[in-house]
C-alpha cells in the first residue's frame, strides 16, 4: 500500500510541474484529475505511522487547491524526473539534454540541487 501511494505522489507532483511550472503536459487533463483524486483518497485512508515522501508538501495543496497550482518550490529529485520523462516523451534524439534543459531555462545543476 505504502509503494502505491508513493508512487501516486510522485505522480502527481511530477505532472504538477510539467503542467504548472513548464506549461507542458504529457498527459490528458482528464488522467491529471484522477491522478489527483487517487491521491486525496490514499491519503485520506492511509493509516500507517510511516510519513511518506513529500506528504505535507502533497496535503497541503491538494487539500487546499486540489492541484499543484500553488506549489511554488518543488524537490530536485520531481524536477529531475519531471525533465527526464519529458525529454524521453518528446523523442529528443538530435538534442543533448543539456541543450533541452536549457530551452526551459534550467541546467543540470538546477534539476539535481534544487
Known amino acids: 500500500m505504502s509503494e502505491l501511494i508513493q508512487k501516486k505522489i510522485r505522480q502527481y507532483l511530477v ?16 488522467h491529471y484529475d484522477q491522478i489527483c483524486k487517487e491521491v ?6 492511509h ?11 502533497v496535503k497541503k495543496t491538494l487539500f487546499e487547491d486540489a492541484s499543484g497550482f500553488s506549489i511554488k518550490q518543488y524537490p530536485a529529485e520531481i524536477i529531475s524526473s519531471a525533465f527526464h520523462l519529458l ?14 534543459l ?10 539535481i540541487y534544487a
Open 15 to 30: 505532472h504538477s510541474f510539467l503542467y504548472y511550472q513548464l506549461d507542458e503536459s504529457i498527459i490528458a487533463d482528464s
Open 40 to 45: 486525496l483518497k490514499l491519503l485520506k485512508n
Open 47 to 57: 493509516t500507517s505511522p510511516s510519513i511518506l515522501p513529500y506528504e505535507e508538501l
Open 87 to 100: 525529454y524521453q516523451h518528446n523523442g529528443v534524439e538530435s538534442t543533448t539534454f543539456d541543450s533541452f
Open 102 to 111: 536549457a530551452r526551459f531555462g534550467y541546467t543540470i545543476s538546477d534539476t
